[in-house]
């Protein structure tokens, strides 16, 4: 991060079952180190995102303004993917925090149009595209970002699991207009984290 000043930035990650312990480190990642979000991975502690246990690093997301990065959808690993699902859980969490931004990774599948209409219902809540190649997203998905979900759609790519030049080159050639283009690449994610 240091070696390349506005171009990278890290994501903190802490321990769930500790909860005031996660809380000191997120400061920390944030205030001292510079850290841009918290991510947590609901299917590595098999807790769904509404659990009391993630509950204290929602408010410090708000305190600190910072996002809350977490993964929807089915697990690549052999894990339960039932802690991935965006309804019930992720809605409960944007019902009981609307002022946390809630970025929601790997488009939510087989759950897409779950995630979709949460990025409708709720403001503060985004889909990022991370580990799904752009020639294999959902029909559903591409039409959400060229209407509603303009502002709510965010490039990622997942690497090293999925090379750059493949998913980079891959989302340049989506047949979308250049505006919403410039905002999936760019843009909304300058907005989410602040940057």
Known sequence: MHRYPGRLFGVAAVHLHRPMEAVRELRHAVEDLGFKALRMIPWLWNLPPNDRLYY???????EL????????????PLMPSE????????????????ELKIVAGHIG????????????KHHN?????????????????????KSFGRNRVLFGSNFPHLPWDRTAGQARELDLPEPIRKRFLHDNAISVFGL
Not at 56 to 62: E, H, N, S
Not at 84 to 89: F, L, N, Q, S, T
Not at 111 to 120: C, D, H, Q, S
């Open 109 to 120: 599948f087989p759950w897409t149009n779950e995630m979709i209409g949460l990025a409708m």
């Open 65 to 76: 303004g910072i996002p809350f990065c977490t993964q929807v959808g089915q697990t690549g």
């Open 56 to 62: 204290p690093l929602y408010a410090a997301c708000i």
């Open 125 to 145: 809540v985004y889909i990022d595209t991370s580990a799904w190649l752009p020639s294999y997203y959902p029909p559903e998905l591409l039409q959400f970002m």
């Open 83 to 98: 802690p991935g699902r965006p309804v019930p859980y992720l809605d409960q969490v944007a019902l009981d925090f609307p």
